[in-house]
T-cell receptor, first 112, second 113 residues
Framework: SQQGEEDPQALSIQEGENATMNCSYKTSINNLQWYRQNSGRGLVHLILIRSNEREKHSGRLRVTLDTSKKSSSLLITASRAADTASYFC????????????FGQGTRLTINP | NAGVTQTPKFQVLKTGQSMTLQCAQDMNHNSMYWYRQDPGMGLRLIYYSASEGTTDKGEVPNGYNVSRLNKREFSLRLESAAPSQTSVYFC????????????FGDGTRLSIL
C-alpha cells in the first residue's frame, strides 16, 4: 500500500488565493519531498525537507513537517494559473535504500 | 542540458509483443529508477539500480526486466506485454549523497491492445 496519502485529492481555487495540500505517511523517514507534475510531463522536484526540519520555504512555497504526527503540508501562496498541476509528496524511508514512496497526489486547479 | 531522456515517448503494442524502454541521464548520477503511473495511484516503483552493475526489485516488478547498461543508461524490458501493463512509465535518477531529489524524464506512454 502507498506510504503517503494526500488530502485533498482535488482542489480548485481562484487565482491569488492560497492553496494548502496535506500528506500523511506511516513509517520513519529521512526526508519528505514535494514534486509537481504538469499534464503530460514528468515530475519536477519542488522542495525537500529533512526529518530534523520543521519548516522550509522556497519562493511562494512553504512546507511544514510534523514527524510526531507523520504529516506534512505544502502551502502555495498567491496562486497563479501556471500553478495548475498535480502535486505529489514522496517519502524517503529510513529503511528504504534511497527509494521514494509516492502519494496519490493532489490535483490543483487555479481558476483565472 | 538534457537531464533524463526517455525513448520512445509513445508506443502501442499488441498483447504478447516485447519491447524495451530506454532511459539515459547525463548528470553522472549513480542511482536510477523505473516507475509506472496509473490513474489515481501515483507512482509505483518497478525496479531500481543503486549503482552501475546492481539492480533490485521495487513494488511492482512482475512482468518486467531491467538492465543497467552503464552509468548513464537504464533500460526496462517487457518480454510479453499484457493489457495490465498499459501505463505511463517514468525513469528517474539521483545522485549518491543522501537527502537529494530524484530527476525525472517526461515519460513513455505505453498502450497494450
Amino acid at each position: 500500500s502507498q506510504q503517503g496519502e494526500e488530502d485533498p485529492q482535488a482542489l480548485s481555487i481562484q487565482e491569488g488565493e492560497n492553496a494548502t495540500m496535506n500528506c500523511s505517511y506511516k513509517t520513519s523517514i529521512n526526508n519528505l519531498q514535494w514534486y509537481r507534475q504538469n499534464s503530460g510531463r514528468g515530475l519536477v522536484h519542488l522542495i525537500l525537507i529533512r526529518s530534523n526540519e520543521r519548516e522550509k520555504h522556497s519562493g511562494r512555497l512553504r512546507v511544514t513537517l510534523d514527524t510526531s504526527k507523520k504529516s506534512s503540508s505544502l502551502l502555495i501562496t498567491a496562486s497563479r494559473a501556471a500553478d495548475t498541476a498535480s502535486y505529489f509528496c514522496a517519502t524517503d524511508l529510513i529503511q528504504g535504500a534511497q527509494k521514494l514512496v509516492f502519494g496519490q497526489g493532489t490535483r490543483l486547479t487555479i481558476n483565472p | 542540458n538534457a537531464g533524463v531522456t526517455q525513448t520512445p515517448k509513445f508506443q502501442v503494442l499488441k498483447t504478447g509483443q516485447s519491447m524495451t524502454l530506454q532511459c539515459a541521464q547525463d548528470m553522472n548520477h549513480n542511482s536510477m529508477y523505473w516507475y509506472r503511473q496509473d490513474p489515481g495511484m501515483g507512482l509505483r516503483l518497478i525496479y531500481y539500480s543503486a549503482s552501475e552493475g546492481t539492480t533490485d526489485k521495487g513494488e511492482v516488478p512482475n512482468g518486467y526486466n531491467v538492465s543497467r547498461l552503464n552509468k548513464r543508461e537504464f533500460s526496462l524490458r517487457l518480454e510479453s506485454a499484457a493489457p495490465s501493463q498499459t501505463s505511463v512509465y517514468f525513469c528517474a535518477s539521483k545522485g549518491t549523497l543522501g537527502n537529494q531529489p530524484q530527476h525525472f524524464g517526461d515519460g513513455t506512454r505505453l498502450s497494450i491492445l
